[in-house]
């Protein structure tokens, strides 16, 4: 299958910008996330599409290059492959050095993404709930703000690349472009580290947050809370904070989708002759009328009566199998009734039990 155009991906214009092609990610990840799809077989094939067309728009450097060579452009898909060259960050890189052009900056990085996860009860998914939880995340630093110094001293620049973040070796047509192993990229170097991260930026801090879950959740699939994750690097975004939800399993119901099932058992009594019982449901009894005659395993269906699709509109069905249940223990005199039952009738009355004996006699005859 052709790969389609990655602005088309995102649906956004040439001419986005990086705020709209982050916002444009957002919100189509949440969209087509493979758990919100459990049933969709090209879900993941989707979401791997568009993660592989926010990896390229999002980079500056690589954009530019899809912008000029579309997928055939180096380290794009199917396109050249320059991994040969070790240290080679990007035929760019080779060029610029040839032609004694500056040096490429790290640029911002979002945030690392976390993931925390909760487990509900049956009916909270079924309508919906708002839970607090407390989770771990890396912050800045709140002695030296995140710059990793001692307050009162700043970062200098790194006297091997200059504060380019990059080192290059060689000369002539061969220029190799390696991270500076000095500074490893940053472009700065700290002297007198921060005594309360130890020069790393970040702390490790707890956090409360709360999640609104939606009606009809089902086991298994994600919340996104964005920007709850972890903090960006050089003025990079946050990430976000994926909520997986499991979900206990009720005393009596179970679910396929939007569909609530009950098994539900009745008396021999009860099946022979009908009548009229009480059904549970998740909010109230419902009172049905059984039909005399019912067979173990026969299923009736209560429309409405299940569970709230995730994305609004109706509800499902609550699908009822019977369980005749042949009773254990029975007294002498129970057991004189149900033997005059037997011998008052003829064999008519078991339709089942007729058809099998039928069937007997063909096998043998």
């Known amino acids: 299958m052709a790969k389609r155009d990655y602005y088309e991906v995102l649906g956004v214009a040439k001419s986005a910008s990086d705020a709209e092609i982050k916002s444009a990610y957002r919100n189509k990840a949440k969209e087509c996330h493979p758990d919100l799809h459990p049933n969709d077989k090209n879900a993941e094939e989707r979401f791997k599409e568009l993660n592989e067309a926010n990896e390229i728009l999002s980079d500056p450097d690589k954009r ?55 487990t509900i009860a049956f009916d909270d998914a079924a309508f919906g709930c708002e839970r607090s939880f407390d989770f771990y995340r890396r912050e800045n630093c709140e002695t030296c703000g995140g710059t990793g110094a001692k307050p009162g001293v700043q970062p200098q620049t790194c006297p091997t690349c200059k504060g380019a973040g990059q080192v290059r070796a060689g000369g002539g047509f061969m220029v190799t472009v390696r991270t500076c192993p000095n500074c490893h990229g940053e472009g700065k170097i700290i002297k007198d580290k921060c005594g ?43 990430g976000d904070l994926y909520i997986r939800v499991n979900i206990r399993p009720h005393k009596l119901f179970r679910r396929e989708g939007t569909t609530l099932l009950l098994d539900m058992p009745i008396t021999i009594t009860q099946a022979a002759l009908g009548a009229e019982v009480d059904i549970p449901s998740l909010r109230e009894p419902v009172r049905y009328r059984i039909p005399e005659g019912v067979q173990s395993g026969d299923e009736f269906r209560l429309k409405g009566y299940g569970i709230q699709e995730l994305r609004g509109g109706g509800k499902g069905d609550l699908l009822v199998r019977v369980r005749v249940e042949v009773p254990k223990r029975l007294n002498d005199k129970q057991k004189e009734l149900l033997r005059q039952l037997e011998d008052s009738m003829s064999g008519k009355e078991y339709e089942n039990r007729k058809s099998f004996a039928e069937k007997w006699k063909d096998i043998f005859s």
């Open 64 to 118: 530019s290059r899809y912008d000029q060579f579309g997928f055939d452009g180096p380290n794009m898909s199917g396109g050249f492959d320059f991994s040969g060259f070790s240290g080679i960050d990007s035929i760019f890189d080779l060029f610029g050095g040839m032609m004694g052009g500056s040096q490429r900056r790290r640029g911002p990085q979002q945030g690392n993404d976390l993931r925390h996860d909760m």
């Open 196 to 238: 309360g991260c130890n020069g790393s930026g970040f702390m490790k801090k707890r956090r409360t947050a709360t999640v609104k879950i939606p009606a009809g959740i089902d086991n298994g699939q994600t919340i996104v809370m964005n920007g709850q994750g972890e903090p960006g690097q050089r003025g990079g975004p946050n």
